[in-house]
Every structure is written in structure tokens, then in C-alpha cells.
């Protein structure tokens, strides 16, 4: 029972970070329809550059709070993050379009295998530590056996800010004309252009969105690993888009039900079954979603068109 | 770093007065340059080195410093570029409308006239041109090594030609194809002591059993989720290559694995070894030559397949499917087996090739089959332009042989300073060349390809009339 909870716990930390990271893939998927497989590698660049952001902070500028310190470095992440979903874009997806339907996921590959290169070039290949930023634990009740169920700040801040910034990015895309361009491109592009909607503007800016989401993930996965490395894009990355496939890809409630799902999955089936095959689950369901329910739990039945 | 193209508005002004604006050419080159800045911090400006438990920053603000004017040239070099070229395309020249469409033979036919037996003619003296070049066996080694991998990727690449080229389905987990043919042999030769010339068909059928497998779930998914699915399977029997130790040896690896034979002579230095009954002086290179022949015609055998099975009603459903896969099923092609047969003989040469690449390397470990492993082998069938044999051919041998040739300039030390290793850079090349390439050419070198059936007359058709990938 305690552990049951213990796990709970974990696996809700690790399901917002995923779900975090599923908004991007889903977002793009709904407008473009494509699989933007480098945006892993985004939510990589984001952790490194919250992590360089961390230090300077920290160490140079001597801020002690741990929350202002996150709070700057959020928003910093955030705003360079974006660019780099907006300078991605912007070379390798939009002079494709109207292209043949594989070429954006073949330059996604590329810029996915180019970023974390490109980072391990920059910033070397070994994993980068941070001190313990926030180390406090609070114990929730007391097991018989004298295992303690706990819950840490770390934990309470990544659900808390996810829940915030979730509301907020609700808000943009339901109640702002931001929001209506975007899911008018979704349902039509055409259209929509028509309508005098500058649908290239639109779609950066979901690629915009989407990153600064992942900047969001890429902090808090920061703040509870303490550890990030050049190659830890890739299986977050297919994890999240697991995620996005599950909830339903298109369905923004559903990616953040997707991670939410993944991430208890995974944590559960490390700690009942065996932790070593926690990616092999991972990956086969991403696989059984993908060939069973294609449409996912929220998503709509795809029409094949001809 | 940024993409050549420019706002259509400016572009058309530039054409009628053939000549750049200027004022806008270089705000629009400033831009970039400031874009390239704020991607630069804090990721290029600070590199953060370990020193104990702390992290410490190391500024390199000269390195900044450098590249964003770099991006502003580059970026104005391209306006001055677009838009001499947009002045010289409205001006129209006079051999446009004397030219006939397909009177010319193509670039696409010239190459295969004569690119093809040369192609062949160098791969099959290429050991006996680098023995004179470089003077002696021991000498070429280096060269017929990188021969040999080449060719290895020659063969993959026209092994999942079949599969993403001609059936069009994106397979981005081939690897796994090529970890279950060297696996098969490794384990078959060191539990059973079974011979290569045994091991080499039971893996490639292996392979293609496995093929059958993971092509059976996939049969209802196309484009991306398709390729996401197998991107799935191929990790999963990476980690399962990984974590089941019984069996594989874990991330460890297959170690001592059995050398190749000349049919079933050994190329040892013994009585009854290779040298000896052809009376030759021993040379452990004799071993590597054969491994190169090898290849060779393990790469040959794949394409002579795969050109006849093109021409086959198989091979013909294939481009089929590839096309339309809607009217493909109405005309009453059998998709499922069609994709299932495309699946399968792609996996089978994997698995050939994976085999051989046990045996050459003496080992193999999980590593070896990881999910870039396929992202090369699918770049260098995108790169070749899609279906096209020699097109793949040229990639492999430009992508493989690229970044060893990059490794021998000595001089790029001279210039980047001693620490200056291009190897590190040719993923990053790699990633951003594949970028390049999607927009740049998004059909491959030869995008042009030839019917494989005609009818009466014979067309080139032209890449940008073919919609692939829609499997």
C-alpha cells in the first residue's frame, strides 16, 4: 500500500513532465500532421540551457532562494527555447511544405540527430550533474513497516507549475484569437488562409508554444534527475509522443492524460515488474496504441480520404 | 544555417530591376545574425566542464563572436544568389522553346550508360588498384577496410530500398533486421560451431522471418505512424539484445566470434590454411581481400535481385503501393502480402549483411544496432533518391567514405588548432546534410527514375511527378 502511494506520487511527477512534452508533439501533429521527431531533442536543448542558466545563477549572481532561481531560469528557458522551436521550423520544416509527405519526418530525423550533436560538440558528451537544487521531503504518513511515504517540494513544484502553465496555455489556445487562428489551421488550412489568417505565422508560433512547453519540462526534468546528457532527448522524446498517441494525437487534454498515463505506467512497471525492461514497455505501447487504437483515448477517428 | 528563400515580394522586385534591395537584404541578414545569437546562449557562449561535484562555466564568447557575422554573410550571400538567379529565370533564354522535352537522353540515363560498368569495373579492381597504389598488401589496409565498410552500407542501403525505395513503406527500425543476421550467426557459430556458408542463409532467413513478424501489426499503419512503429521495434529488440543476458551477453557483447573460411578452408598460416594449398606466402590480408570480394558480391547479389524482382509482378505491386496504395487495393493487388514480401526480402539482406558484419568484426554488442545505425542507412536511400540503385550507391559511398576522407585532412588542424577532431563533427554534418537535402533535393541525387515495365515508348519520368511515400 505504501509503496502503491509512493509510486503514485513519482509516477504523477514523471506523467506532467511527459504530458508536458506531448502538448508540442500534439500540437504540431494537429496542424502540420506531422511527427516532429526532433522536438525531444528541443526539450533537451532546454534542460541544458536551464542548467547553464542554474549555475550562472547560482554560483556567479549568488541567488540562494531555490523558487526565485527557478523562476528566472524558467522564464529564460522558455524564451530562448522558443527560439531555437521557431529557428527549426522555420529552416527545416516550412520549405517543405507541399513537399512529399515523408520529407518533414526525414528532416525532423536530421535536425533531431543535428541537435544532439550539436550539443554534445558544444557542451561534451559526459552527463551534466547540478547541485541539489531543492532536497527537502515532506512525510506524508508513516507505513508499519516503517517505510515512510513521502512527497518532495521538487515534486510538488513540478505538478504545481504543470498545473499553472497547463491553465495558462488553456486560456491562449481556447479564449485568444491566437488560440482560434491555430485551431482554424487545424481544421482547415486552407481555409483559414482564406480567411485572412497568415497561417505560416500561425504555425510558428505552435512550434513556439510547443517548445516553450518543453522549456517547462526540460527545467522540471532538471530539477528532479539533476542530471542531463547530450542523448537524453531521444527516449523522453518517444515517450511523450507514446503519450500524445495515446491521449488521442490532436486532443490537448489528451496529451496531458497520455503523460500522465505513461508515466504511471512507467513507474509502476519499474517498481512491481522489472525496471531493466521499463523502455521496452514504453516502446510497446507505443506500438500496441499506434496499431489497436490509432485514435488514442480523446482523440477523433481519423477519415481516410481519398 | 538559415533556408534560401526570401519574402516573394522582395524577390519579384529584385527580378524586374535585376538587381538585390539591398535595404532589405541586409536587415533581413541582420535578423538572421541575431537569431543565431540568441541560440547561442547560453549553449555555445558557456560550456560547462565538471570540476568535482560543481559545474564551472567556461565563456566562449569569441566563438560567438565569430559565427554570428559568419550567418550574416552566408545569409546575404544567399539573397545576392536568389536573386541573380530570379533576374536570369525572367529574362527567358532562347534555347527554351526550341527544346524538346525528352529528346536528351537525362542525366539519370547518361550515368547508368556509363557510370554503371565503370561503378563496377572500380569495385572489382579496387584491391588490386590500392595494392599498386599503395605497394603492397599490409599497405592498402586502411583502404580495403574502408571497402569494405562501404559496401556493407551499399548493401543495407539497396536492402531497404526495397522496402522505403520501391514499396514506399518508411522503415526506420531496419537495423533491428541487421542485429538479428549477425546475432543469428553469432550465437548459431559459438553454441553450434557451425559454418559461415551454413550461418549466412539461416540468417538472412531468420531475418526475413522476423521481417514477416514486425511487418504483420504494421500492415494497417502508413507514413509516419508507420515509421514510428517500427522505429519501436527496432529499439525494443535493441533493449531486449541489452537485458537479456542469458542468452546475448548483455550490453557486453559476442565476443571470439568464428573467423570466415574460403569455403571451408581457414586463412591461417597452417599446412591445410588458405596460403599454402595455393602456394602463396602467408599475408593475413588474404583474409580481409576475400571478406571485400565477399561483400561485394553479397551487395551485387541484392541488387541483381532486387532489378529482377522489379520486373516481376511482385516488384510491379511494389511501385504500385508505393504510388497509391487506394488504387492499388481496388485494381485487386493483394496488399498484405505485398507489403509482407517487401518486409520480408528487405530483412532478408539486412540479415545477410548482418551476418556478415559478424563475421568481419569478430564481435558485436547491442551498440552496434542502435536507432542511428537506421537513420543512416535511411539517409543514404533518401539521399539516393529513392528507388534508384546507383543513386544509393553514390550516397553510401559519399555519407561512409565522406567523413573518413574528412578525418585524414591534416590541414583543418592546421586551421582549427591541434585539438580539432573532424570526427566529432560528422554527425553533426550528417544531421544537418540530411536537413539540407530534405530542401534542397527531397527526391535524392537521381530523383529521375526508370519505369521498370514500358510500354511501347520509353519516358523518363520526372521525380516531381511521383508522389511516394504514400504507403
Redesign the interface.
Given at each position: 500500500m505504501e509503496i502503491f502511494v509512493q509510486q503514485l506520487i513519482n509516477g504523477l511527477t514523471l506523467g506532467s513532465i511527459y504530458g508536458l512534452i506531448a502538448i508540442g508533439y500534439t500540437m504540431v501533429f494537429g496542424i502540420i500532421g506531422m511527427v516532429n521527431f526532433a522536438h525531444g531533442d528541443v526539450f533537451m536543448v532546454s534542460a541544458f540551457i536551464a542548467l547553464i542558466f542554474f549555475v550562472i545563477l547560482t554560483t556567479w549572481l549568488g541567488i540562494s532562494s531555490a523558487l526565485v532561481a527557478l523562476l528566472i531560469v524558467l522564464v529564460l528557458a522558455m524564451a530562448l527555447t522558443s527560439l531555437w522551436g521557431w529557428t527549426v521550423e522555420r529552416i527545416a520544416y516550412r520549405p517543405l511544405r507541399g513537399s512529399f509527405r515523408l520529407a518533414p519526418l526525414i528532416s525532423a530525423i536530421g535536425v533531431s540527430i543535428f541537435l544532439s550533436n550539436f550539443v554534445q560538440v558544444v557542451q561534451g558528451a559526459r552527463n551534466k550533474p547540478t547541485p541539489p537544487m531543492v532536497g527537502e521531503v515532506i512525510v506524508l504518513f508513516q507505513g508499519e513497516s516503517g517505510y515512510n511515504v513521502a512527497i518532495s517540494y521538487k515534486q510538488i513544484i513540478i505538478m504545481v507549475f504543470t498545473a499553472v502553465l497547463l491553465s495558462i496555455f488553456w486560456y491562449l489556445v481556447q479564449k485568444t484569437s491566437l488560440g482560434r487562428a491555430q485551431r482554424a489551421c487545424e481544421q482547415d488550412r486552407k481555409m483559414a488562409s482564406l480567411l485572412g489568417i497568415n497561417v505560416d505565422r500561425t504555425i510558428s508560433l505552435t512550434f513556439v508554444i510547443g517548445a516553450a512547453l518543453a522549456a517547462v519540462a526540460g527545467t522540471m526534468y532538471l530539477l528532479y534527475y539533476g542530471v542531463v546528457s547530450f542523448s537524453d532527448g531521444f527516449v523522453p522524446g518517444v515517450k511523450a509522443f507514446t503519450a500524445a498517441v495515446l491521449g488521442g494525437i490532436g486532443s490537448l487534454p489528451g496529451a496531458v492524460l497520455g503523460g500522465l498515463i505513461i508515466g504511471l505506467i512507467e513507474t509502476f512497471w519499474s517498481a512491481y515488474f522489472s525496471i531493466e525492461y521499463k523502455d521496452v514497455a514504453a516502446f510497446s505501447i507505443l506500438a500496441i496504441v499506434l496499431i489497436f487504437m490509432p485514435s488514442g483515448i480523446l482523440g477523433r477517428p481519423e477519415v481516410e480520404k481519398v | 544555417?538559415?533556408?534560401p528563400?526570401i519574402t516573394t515580394t522582395s524577390s519579384d522586385v529584385s527580378a524586374t530591376r535585376g538587381r538585390i534591395d539591398w535595404a532589405a537584404a541586409l536587415k533581413d541578414s541582420a535578423k538572421a545574425a541575431l537569431?543565431m545569437f540568441?541560440?547561442s546562449?547560453?549553449?555555445?557562449a558557456?560550456?560547462?566542464?565538471?570540476s568535482g561535484?560543481?559545474?564551472l562555466?567556461d565563456p566562449r564568447w569569441d566563438l560567438v563572436a565569430i559565427l554570428c557575422p559568419i550567418i550574416f554573410a552566408l545569409r546575404l550571400a544567399i539573397h545576392a544568389f536568389t536573386a541573380t538567379r530570379a533576374y536570369r529565370k525572367a529574362v527567358p533564354s532562347p534555347r527554351q522553346a526550341t527544346e524538346v522535352v525528352h529528346a536528351e537522353p537525362s542525366a539519370f540515363q547518361k550515368v547508368s550508360r556509363f557510370g554503371i560498368p565503370f561503378f563496377l569495373g572500380v569495385a572489382l579492381a579496387f584491391p588490386f588498384i590500392v595494392y599498386v597504389v599503395q605497394g603492397g598488401l599490409n599497405e592498402s589496409r586502411y583502404w580495403i577496410d574502408l571497402g569494405i565498410l562501404i559496401l556493407t552500407y551499399v548493401m543495407l542501403g539497396w536492402g531497404l530500398n526495397i522496402v522505403v525505395g520501391l514499396a514506399g513503406l518508411?522503415d526506420?527500425g531496419y537495423v533491428a533486421f541487421y542485429a538479428v543476421g549477425a546475432y543469428s550467426y553469432a550465437l548459431l557459430s559459438t553454441t553450434f560451431g557451425w559454418s559461415f556458408w551454413i550461418c549466412l542463409p539461416l540468417a538472412g532467413i531468420l531475418a526475413a522471418f522476423w521481417g514477416i513478424i514486425l511487418g504483420f501489426?504494421?500492415l494497417?499503419?502508413r507514413?509516419?505512424?508507420l515509421?514510428?512503429?517500427t522505429?519501436?521495434?527496432g529499439?525494443?529488440i535493441r533493449?531486449?539484445l541489452i537485458?537479456w543476458v542469458e542468452l546475448t551477453n548483455g550490453g557486453a557483447g559476442i565476443a571470439s566470434i568464428p573467423r570466415a573460411t574460403f569455403f571451408g578452408i581457414p586463412f591461417n598460416s597452417d599446412e591445410d590454411g588458405f596460403a599454402a594449398l595455393f602456394g602463396l606466402e602467408y599475408s593475413p590480408m588474404h583474409r580481409i581481400v576475400f571478406l571485400y570480394y565477399l561483400i561485394l558480391i553479397l551487395a551485387l547479389l541484392t541488387n541483381f535481385v532486387t532489378m529482377r524482382l522489379r520486373r516481376l509482378p511482385v516488384g510491379r505491386a511494389w511501385e504500385a503501393l508505393r504510388e497509391d496504395e487506394?488504387a492499388c487495393r481496388s485494381l485487386g493487388i493483394n496488399t498484405r502480402n505485398t507489403k509482407l514480401t517487401a518486409f520480408s526480402i528487405g530483412a532478408m539482406f539486412g540479415g545477410f549483411a548482418g551476418s556478415f558484419f559478424a563475421v568481419r568484426q569478430g564481435f558485436i554488442s547491442p551498440e552496434s544496432f542502435n536507432?542511428?545505425e537506421s537513420?543512416i542507412i535511411?539517409?543514404i536511400v533518401?539521399m539516393g533518391g529513392m528507388g534508384s540503385q546507383i543513386g544509393v550507391a553514390i550516397a553510401a559511398i559519399v555519407l561512409v567514405g565522406g567523413p573518413e576522407i574528412l578525418r585524414n585532412l591534416t590541414f583543418l588542424q592546421a586551421v582549427f588548432g591541434e585539438g580539432f577532431d573532424p570526427n566529432?563533427?560528422r554527425?553533426?554534418l550528417?544531421?544537418?546534410?540530411?536537413?539540407a537535402?530534405?530542401?534542397w533535393r527531397?527526391?535524392g541525387l537521381i530523383s529521375e527514375r526508370q519505369p521498370s515495365v514500358i510500354l511501347k515508348e520509353r519516358k523518363a519520368i520526372s521525380g516531381s511527378l511521383v508522389?511516394?511515400?504514400?504507403g
Open positions: - | 544555417m538559415n533556408a528563400s537569431v540568441g541560440l546562449i547560453p549553449l555555445l558557456y560550456r560547462t566542464d565538471q561535484a560543481d559545474l562555466l518508411l526506420l501489426p504494421v494497417r499503419l507514413g509516419d505512424y515509421a514510428i512503429v522505429l519501436a521495434f529499439e525494443i533493449l531486449v537485458n487506394i536507432f542511428l537513420a535511411l539517409a533518401v566529432e563533427y554527425l553533426l550528417f544531421g544537418a546534410g540530411m536537413v537535402m530534405m530542401v527531397p527526391r508522389k511516394e511515400g504514400h
